[in-house]
C-alpha cells in the first residue's frame, strides 16, 4: 500500500512528497534535530564513517534534502560531491548552507528525481542516501538508478527509519512518534500532514531482510544490515 502525505490530493506521491518538503523546508533543520534529540546526526556520522576505508573520491548523496548528510561525507576528504533532490525548497536551504561553509567548489546540489538519475553509468565511486528511500514513489526504481550510476566496486550506503521491536523501546517508539512527533511537527512546521506520513511511512516501509531483498534484486551485493540505537534506523550497506 502507498502511503501518501496527503491522502485527499490526486496527485502521484512524487509530486505530493515534493509538495511537503518544498512545505517544511523552512524548518526541516531545526525540526530533525530537536525531534531526535540530535541523534540523527550521530547517525549520519556513523554511516558516513564505514566508507572510510573505501576513501570514495566521487560521492552521490541521494534524496539530499538541506545536504547534511553530503555535508558530513566532507569527512572522507572527497574530490566531489554531488547532491541530487525533487524539492527545490529544501535544494535552497541546503545551498545557502554549503556557500556559508565555503564547500561549494566541493558539494552541488542539483534538482533530480533518483529514479530517474541523470547521471551516466558507472560515475560515481559511492552513493549514498540517509532518510531518503522511505520517500520514493518506486523503491525498486530507485534503487536500481542508485546501483546503475555507481562504478563496479563502489559502495552504497542507505541510512533509514525502522521500528524497535523490544519492550519498553517499542512502546515508548510508538507513542513518541505517534503522537508527540506529529504534535510538535504540526505547530512547528504549520504542516498538518508532514509529520504524521512521517510515522505512516515508516511503518508501511520494508526494513531488515525484506528491504535487503530488494536491495539485492536492484543490483548490489555483498549486503549488510546494521540497526542502530534500539533499531530505530539501519543502516544498509551494498556493493556493486
Ligand atoms: C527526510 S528528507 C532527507 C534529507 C537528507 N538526506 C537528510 O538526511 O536530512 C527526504 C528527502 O527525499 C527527497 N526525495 C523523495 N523522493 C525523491 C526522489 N524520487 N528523488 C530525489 N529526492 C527525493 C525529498 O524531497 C526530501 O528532501
Not at 11 to 30: G, I, R, T
Not at 53 to 66: S, V
Request: contains cysteine.
Amino acid at each position: 500500500m502507498t502511503v501518501l502525505p496527503y491522502k485527499e490530493q490526486d496527485a502521484s506521491k512524487k509530486e505530493q512528497v515534493a509538495q511537503m518538503f518544498d512545505n517544511v523546508s523552512h524548518k526541516y533543520d531545526f525540526l530533525n534535530h530537536l525531534l531526535s534529540g540530535g541523534i540523527d546526526i550521530l547517525w549520519r556520522k556513523k554511516a558516513i564513517k564505514l566508507l572510510k576505508k573505501a576513501q570514495p573520491k566521487t560521492i552521490l548523496d541521494i534524496a539530499t534534502g538541506t545536504g547534511d548528510f553530503a555535508i558530513e561525507a566532507l569527512a572522507l576528504k572527497p574530490d566531489k560531491i554531488v547532491g541530487v533532490d525533487i524539492s527545490e525548497g529544501m535544494l535552497s536551504f541546503g545551498r545557502e548552507k554549503i556557500k556559508k561553509l565555503g564547500m561549494d567548489s566541493v558539494i552541488t546540489l542539483e534538482k533530480g528525481d533518483s529514479e530517474r538519475l541523470h547521471f551516466e553509468d558507472n560515475t560515481f565511486d559511492a552513493v549514498i542516501v540517509s532518510f531518503g528511500v522511505r520517500n520514493f514513489e518506486n523503491l525498486e526504481k530507485g534503487l536500481t538508478d542508485m546501483c546503475r550510476v555507481m562504478k563496479t566496486g563502489g559502495t552504497c550506503i542507505v541510512l533509514e527509519f525502522s521500528k524497535p521491536q523490544g519492550f519498553p523501546m517499542k512502546q515508548l517508539y510508538n507513542f513518541y512518534f505517534k503522537n508527540i512527533l506529529p504534535t510538535v511537527g504540526k505547530i512547528v512546521s504549520k504542516d498538518t500532514s508532514a509529520y504524521t506520513y512521517l510515522y505512516d511511512s515508516v511503518q508501511a516501509f520494508p526494513e531488515g531482510s525484506d528491504f535487503i531483498k530488494i536491495f539485492q534484486r536492484a543490483g548490489f551485493n555483498n549486503t549488510q544490515c546494521l540497526p542502530l540505537t534500539f533499531g530505530i534506523s539501519t543502516i544498509y550497506i551494498g556493493r556493486k
